[in-house]
């Protein structure tokens, strides 16, 4: 009977009705989970996280976006460009970029695929590529990659050396054409390694694309041999009035002079710039070429105050050799070739021996 008893108690315990304000709980707890919402715009109050204060912000329950918007506005649609400040201009919605590798047709990427997979199931070039045996046309590879992804690439190495930052002072500059320098023993590409002795003499060759009524300017210049290392480069060589392509119709501002990466500073970028003159033809006076105080200056601010724009680069990495001590004695203002290298190591046992001996020399002649 008392176990009869104390199971109805549990039971009723169980099934009788909770207090007012937990039912009002749970409801609203299964409305806001089940029931579908209203009609309409529900705003809630957050803080926002990201701000030092804390502001609340209104929240818009309906938007997916809802957790990734904090104090979000959105952008005005604006089509034209900011010419003073063309980084912060706002571009249309439709607005896409242009495509590296050029518009090619369905039908030429079909024709591709196709030589691709015929090339694949032939069995006389897989005989032939496991025998290595297999010679490929480069001629024909560097001509196709020169229609279609050369300039792209490049822009992309400008960046990747920081070519960009040193030369055209941050500016994101896109190329035009492919500059092709070459020397009597080398052929400059982008950073391939040279020896300064290859650079000895000013080039024999320089092609590029050049639009006809127009005139360019060569600068050929060190951008890591500042003697004082403040961010300027040395300038090694300028030729301007360049009228089609041809560099020997140039005038000469600024003579030849051969690569000067000091002893102990590694690897140098050399580089040849063709800049696209504006204003027509430039009239200036030949620089001195016999002092390194006049081939120190940043090659920007002679861009800017002629009015020139970068429309093909080249360059190479060349180290110190010997040739660079019979350079350094050609200029008047530099007393003796500059030495970076580390100073001879000793053994500390050897070093102590030394230094006895300094000593002991020093108080034999104090006697």
């Given at each position: ?6 199971l ?28 579908p ?52 201009a706002i ?22 695929m ?7 199931n032939?069995?006389?070039l ?31 190495l400008?960046r ?10 941050n ?23 040279v ?6 003499s000013?080039?024999n ?7 006809p ?12 041999g ?7 480069e ?10 089609g ?37 430039l ?32 360059w ?48 034999y002649?104090?006697?």
């Open positions: 009977m008392k176990v009869l008893t104390e109805t108690t549990t039971l009723h315990r169980r099934v009788a009705p909770a207090s007012p304000s937990a039912v009002d709980f749970f409801c609203r707890r299964y409305i806001n989970k089940k029931a919402e209203k009609e309409g715009r529900r705003i809630v109050m957050r803080r926002d996280q990201t701000d030092k204060h804390n502001e609340l912000i209104e929240v818009d329950r309906n938007d997916k976006h809802r957790y990734y918007k904090w104090n979000y506005e959105p952008l005005p649609t604006q089509t034209a460009l900011d010419e003073t400040n063309p980084h912060l571009r249309s919605p439709d607005f896409k970029l242009p495509n590296p590798r050029g518009r090619l047709a369905r039908s030429v990427w079909r024709q591709r196709a030589e691709i997979q015929a090339a694949r032939d069995p006389e897989e005989k032939l590529a496991r025998q290595r045996k297999l010679s490929l046309p480069l001629d024909q590879i560097e001509a196709e990659w020169r229609n279609e992804f050369a300039i792209h690439d490049v822009n992309k400008v990747f050396n920081n070519i960009s930052r040193d030369l055209f002072n500016d994101d500059v896109i190329m035009e054409t492919l500059l092709d320098v070459a020397f009597t023993d080398v052929k400059i590409h982008r950073g391939n390694l020896k300064s002795s290859q650079l000895l000013a080039p060759e320089i092609v590029f694309n050049s639009k009524g127009c005139r360019y300017t060569l600068i050929g210049s060190n951008l890591d500042h003697p004082k290392g403040n961010g300027n040395v300038v090694h060589w300028i030729v301007s009035n360049i009228k392509g041809d560099f020997q119709s140039g005038d000469t501002i600024l003579n030849y002079l051969a690569p000067l990466p000091w002893q102990g500073t590694g690897y140098h970028r050399i580089t040849f710039t063709m800049y696209l003159q504006n204003d027509g033809e009239t200036m006076k030949q620089l001195e070429d016999n002092s390194l105080k006049t081939r120190c200056f940043q090659s920007s601010d002679f861009v800017s105050s002629n009015n020139l724009h970068p429309v093909g680069i080249s190479c990495q060349a180290d110190w050799d010997e040739s660079v001590s019979q350079t350094c004695k050609s200029l008047q203002d530099l007393s003796s070739e500059p030495v970076f290298d580390w100073e001879e190591y000793f053994e500390p046992k050897v070093e102590h021996k030394v230094l006895l001996k300094k000593l002991n020399e020093l108080n002649r104090n006697m």
